[in-house]
């Protein structure tokens, strides 16, 4: 059991670092320096998720910090750390590297678009090859995770399928203030994928500022990340 719950944990992460086809629509967030979301397990916050924005020429940058400990009777279950770097440049996500620390095994992606064939190359550590440029890399910063078909995981470099379906319109209360939002599922569509590594998360989006304000699944548990602030 506790290898299937380190398992998901581990799917969550990847797409926590999460989305979009490769091209991020990155002008909505010219003016964003910060978005913060805090993770929580049970009700209970455990950990952050932190994304940085930077803008210079025509590069623009996203950096993230996840940092989380599940403690099960004070007692240290499970623990990630993780730092990540997207450059984008003209909307065009050109480089992506990421470390991983999952208890004491090291998880990481070294990605370049390479302009010549039109596709990623990925130095991941459970996959190395190509990856067409429609694809994405899972982060919950990018809204459109809700518009792509595939992701790329931001911990290992594997490629997933996935299919998004609008649910409903919905009223959160998000830091004391109600907004309005549009309430999506997405699941992965290979049925071949053993059931604690499929992708599962219900998320909402607020349309009005293009941001994801919440994300939530159950597995041994109910995990949430909700938005904290945004600068």
Same mark, same amino acid.
């Given at each position: 059991?506790?290898?299937?719950?380190?398992?998901?944990?581990?799917?969550?992460?990847? *797409?926590?670092?999460?989305?979009?086809?490769?091209?991020?629509?990155?002008?909505?967030?010219?003016?964003?320096?910060?978005?913060?979301?805090?993770?929580?397990?049970?009700?209970?916050?455990?950990?952050?998720?932190?994304?940085?924005?930077?803008?210079?020429?025509?590069?623009?940058?996203?950096?993230?910090?996840?940092?989380?400990?599940?403690?099960?009777?004070?007692?240290?279950?499970?623990?990630?750390?993780?730092?990540?770097?997207?450059?984008?440049?003209?909307?065009?996500?050109?480089?992506?590297? *990421?470390?991983?620390?999952?208890?004491?095994?090291?998880?990481?992606?070294?990605?370049?678009?390479?302009?010549?064939?039109?596709?990623?190359?990925?130095?991941?550590?459970?996959?190395?090859?190509?990856?067409?440029?429609?694809?994405?890399?899972?982060?919950?910063?990018?809204?459109?995770?809700?518009?792509?078909?595939?992701?790329?995981?931001?911990?290992?470099?594997?490629?997933?399928?996935?299919?998004?379906?609008?649910?409903?319109?919905?009223?959160?209360?998000?830091?004391?203030?109600?907004?309005?939002? &549009?309430?999506?599922?997405?699941?992965?569509?290979?049925?071949?994928?053993?059931?604690?590594?499929?992708? &599962?998360?219900?998320?909402?989006? &607020?349309?009005?500022?293009?941001?994801?304000?919440?994300?939530?699944?159950?597995?041994?548990?109910?995990?949430?990340?909700?938005?904290?602030?945004?600068?």
């Amino acid at each position: 059991m506790k290898i299937k719950f380190y398992s998901f944990v581990l799917i969550f992460i990847i *797409s926590i670092f999460t989305f979009s086809n490769l091209y991020s629509h990155t002008g909505h967030y010219k003016n964003i320096a910060l978005i913060e979301m805090d993770i929580y397990r049970n009700g209970e916050i455990i950990g952050y998720s932190n994304y940085f924005f930077n803008s210079y020429g025509d590069i623009f940058e996203v950096s993230n910090e996840t940092q989380f400990e599940v403690k099960i009777a004070g007692i240290k279950l499970f623990s990630v750390k993780s730092i990540s770097k997207e450059k984008y440049k003209n909307d065009q996500l050109i480089e992506f590297n *990421s470390e991983t620390m999952q208890n004491d095994k090291r998880k990481f992606v070294n990605l370049v678009y390479d302009k010549s064939s039109g596709f990623f190359i990925i130095d991941g550590s459970s996959y190395k090859g190509n990856a067409n440029k429609e694809n994405i890399v899972g982060n919950w910063w990018n809204h459109k995770i809700l518009t792509s078909n595939s992701q790329i995981s931001p911990l290992s470099g594997s490629v997933k399928k996935q299919e998004v379906n609008f649910i409903s319109k919905e009223t959160l209360t998000i830091n004391g203030n109600e907004i309005l939002v &549009d309430h999506f599922k997405l699941k992965s569509t290979d049925d071949n994928l053993e059931a604690d590594k499929r992708l &599962d998360f219900d998320i909402w989006y &607020d349309s009005k500022n293009n941001i994801i304000v919440k994300v939530e699944y159950k597995r041994l548990g109910k995990w949430q990340y909700i938005l904290k602030k945004i600068e």
